[in-house]
């Protein structure tokens, strides 16, 4: 049901680079800003990247992202044991007038 | 330090009514679009419903509209959600999101709705 497709799970070992990619749509991630958040297990959501590749204050430079039409991605550089976690894309689909989150992808740490 | 404390959850029959609070304070409140997003069981994220900053503005996504309303009281820094004919759908970690779409984002802690007999 989610218009943002992303792939089900990544790994790698400690220090690898990850990226997660993010498959939208001209309506939705073609057409403004994409969000990513962090979801450790049993914790609620947090945000790790805003307006398609700008980080909050605290959120370790080893995380980074892009955007190239329709779709964007996120890459993880010197994977650490602390980013097992789900992460989310999102952003506004101004088709369906409403905001939307991919489908999630769970990083797992080898 | 921003916080967002939601309240209100709990376990309800299905076709039955909840309303969820949401407490804000770190922050000036009324300059903030607001939002709620829910979590099923094992499940994705799912955004709810948003409003601006004066209440005038309210979007909800379309398998809640008719059911539920959102409001919000600047004065008291609070937002609300109330649901009515609940179904087993609807049960899920209800979070109450400052400034989903930018730069301020803010997630509470989130409360859990059961919806079951």
């Known amino acids: 049901q989610s218009v943002l497709t992303q792939p089900p799970s990544a790994s790698g070992t400690p220090g690898q680079r990850v990226t997660i990619s993010c498959s939208g749509s001209s309506s939705n991630i073609g057409r403004g800003t994409v969000n990513w958040y962090q979801q450790v297990p049993g914790t609620a959501p947090k945000l790790l990247i805003y307006r398609d590749s700008q980080r909050p204050s605290g959120v370790p430079d080893r995380f980074s992202g892009s955007k190239s039409g329709p779709s964007a991605s996120l890459a993880i550089s010197g994977l650490q044991s602390e980013d097992e976690a789900d992460y989310y894309c999102a952003a506004w689909d101004a088709s369906l007038n409403r905001y939307v989150f991919g489908t999630g992808t769970k990083v797992t740490v080898l | 330090e921003v916080q967002l404390v939601e309240s209100g959850g709990g376990l309800v029959q299905p076709g039955g009514s909840l309303r969820l609070s949401c407490t804000a304070s770190?922050?000036?409140?009324?300059?903030?679009?607001m939002n709620w997003v829910r979590q099923a069981p094992g499940k994705g994220l799912e955004w709810v419903a948003n409003?601006?900053?004066?209440?005038?503005?309210?979007t909800f996504v379309d398998s809640v509209k008719g059911r539920f309303t959102m409001s919000r009281d600047n004065a008291k820094n609070s937002l609300y959600l109330q649901m009515n004919s609940l179904r087993a759908e609807d049960t899920a970690i209800y979070y109450c999101v400052r400034d989903l779409s930018g730069g301020s984002c803010h997630w509470g802690q989130g409360i859990l709705v059961t919806v079951s007999s």
């Open positions: 770190g922050f000036t409140f009324r300059t903030y679009w």
């Open positions: 409003i601006n900053q004066d209440g005038s503005d309210k």
